[in-house]
């Protein structure tokens, strides 16, 4: 039995320019109910329940001797305010088990079967985000299929994005330096600047009895500690970032300690490094060398800010380190000295294999962890001194600079020496050695050299 008079609900077009689907008009509504046979067994036909703008049909049904009632499973209406679709009724469930298809049972005819399985027609609006398509991206180039791979990655970024990363950063750094000159010189300018530098022009006296220039030990030690520096910073970056040791040491008394190649070589330098700052420390003490270093006056800290806004502001001070350093070369120089290679020294045997390992509450109280926090710091004070000091030797008279610290030349008047050329010759030389040590300490060199005091292994 069918009923009619409900209004359609219509929706979206079938395809594309075309009316609203379904048709405008009345929704049958239909309602079916299958009368028992003679057979009391229920019976499921062969076929599925249609419905059509509101028509309910059923295809393909075989009514043989498997044919069931099932209430039907009733939803949202279809118009608003309507009762839930579709009407209260029966569907005929079907069953794989049936063998008769005797005949098709149709509820409203008139309305039009339409195939449904295709899908509708429509344009493509979602595409892959940016996550799928930064691991492979492809186009088409005159019919094949070019992929193209990410770039090259340099540790989390790829080499464009390093170089966008330079120039943004480089970028920054120089508009902030150029701020920062603005702003002191504007500040030096002023009345209080000028009292200022008046008061404390950078540098104060050093007390009676100090010594003039430099002796030609200083020269010497100043090489051998400039040569192993380098060493122990690049062997050091070799031990923190190797993965998988290529050869190992073990002393000949003890073949079960083993450490790395490269860690042998590090700690090796160390103990020449160490050697050459003792003696260091003791001829700065023998012959008076320490009061150029080491603060003896109060004093020394407004006139290493002094100094220090000068460097600033791009008039650089006026100094002559054959007599005495500035403030802030003292303060520099005094924590390298007395404050970071002590540092060095302290965590580095606590890493190395020379800590004793059955004193339990001296490592206690002096944990690895903290040797190991700190070290690598230090090592960096070391890369950035390094760096200002070779910039400054440069930047504020080289000829005059290289001769104080390799020639051992100079004079009071700061100009004396300006053209001699002897500083700069041995620092040359110096820097082929040092260059000459860094491509020597290869594997296999530092191998010949570690079998002289142990044994050398694969593992």
């Given amino acids: 039995m069918a009923t009619f008079g409900t209004q359609v609900r219509r929706g979206l077009p079938r395809r594309p320019s075309g009316d609203p689907w379904p048709p405008a008009g009345d929704a049958p509504v239909a309602e079916l109910t299958v009368a028992p046979r003679e057979n009391p067994t229920p019976i499921r036909p062969h076929g599925h329940l249609r419905s059509f703008g509101g028509a309910t049909s059923i ?72 996550a799928a398509r930064a691991f492979e991206r492809e186009r088409r180039v005159d019919g094949p299929v070019i992929t193209k791979t990410e770039s090259e990655r340099v540790g989390p970024f790829t080499k464009l994005q390093w170089a966008g990363i330079v120039v943004v950063v480089g970028g920054g750094l120089l508009y902030a330096a150029a701020m920062a000159v603005l702003a002191v010189r504007w500040l030096l300018s002023t009345r209080w600047g000028v009292e200022f530098l008046a008061q404390f022009p950078g540098e104060y006296h050093l007390p009676a009895g100090a010594p003039v220039g430099f002796p030609a030990w200083l020269g010497w030690q100043h090489f051998f500690n400039v040569f192993l520096m380098v060493l122990i910073i690049r062997s050091g970056l070799q031990v923190r970032t190797e993965k998988r040791p290529t050869a190992f040491w073990s002393p000949r008394t003890n073949g079960k300690r083993k450490i790395s190649l490269n860690l042998w070589f590090h700690q090796s330098l160390d103990i020449l490094w160490i050697v050459n700052g003792v003696i260091f420390v003791v001829l700065l003490f023998v012959t008076g060398q320490w009061l ?21 502001s791009l008039d650089w001070p006026t100094d002559n380190g054959w007599v005495n350093y500035n403030a802030l070369q003292q303060l520099a120089y005094f924590t390298t000295v007395f404050v970071a290679a002590p540092l060095a020294l302290i965590t580095g045997v606590r890493m190395s294999g020379i800590w004793p390992k059955n004193a339990k509450s001296l490592s206690r109280i002096y944990p690895v962890e903290w040797a190991r926090a700190v070290h690598f710091p230090v090592m960096l004070y070391f890369v950035l001194f390094i760096f200002v000091h070779v910039v400054l030797v440069f930047a504020t008279g080289a000829l005059r600079n290289l001769n104080h610290m390799y020639a051992a030349q100079g004079s009071v008047d700061p100009n004396a020496y300006g053209d001699n050329w002897a500083g700069l010759w041995i620092f040359s030389a110096s820097i082929l050695v040092i260059v000459g040590g860094w491509v020597a300490a290869r594997p296999l060199t530092l191998a010949s050299i570690a079998r002289l005091f142990g044994n050398v292994g694969r593992n």
């Fill in 59 to 130: 295809a393909n049904t075989d009514f043989g001797p498997s044919v069931a009632q099932r209430g039907l499973r009733r939803g949202l209406p279809r118009i608003v305010g309507g009762d839930p679709w579709p009407a209260t009724g029966f569907a005929v469930a079907s069953t794989s088990n049936d063998v008769e298809r005797p005949r098709t049972a149709e509820v409203a005819p008139s309305v039009p079967v339409v195939d449904v399985s295709s899908p509708l027609p429509f344009p493509r609006t979602v595409w892959p985000g940016v």
């Fill in 292 to 312: 150029r270093i080491v603060p003896t006056s109060w004093e020394v800290f407004p006139n290493a800010i002094s100094a220090a806004l000068q460097y600033v």
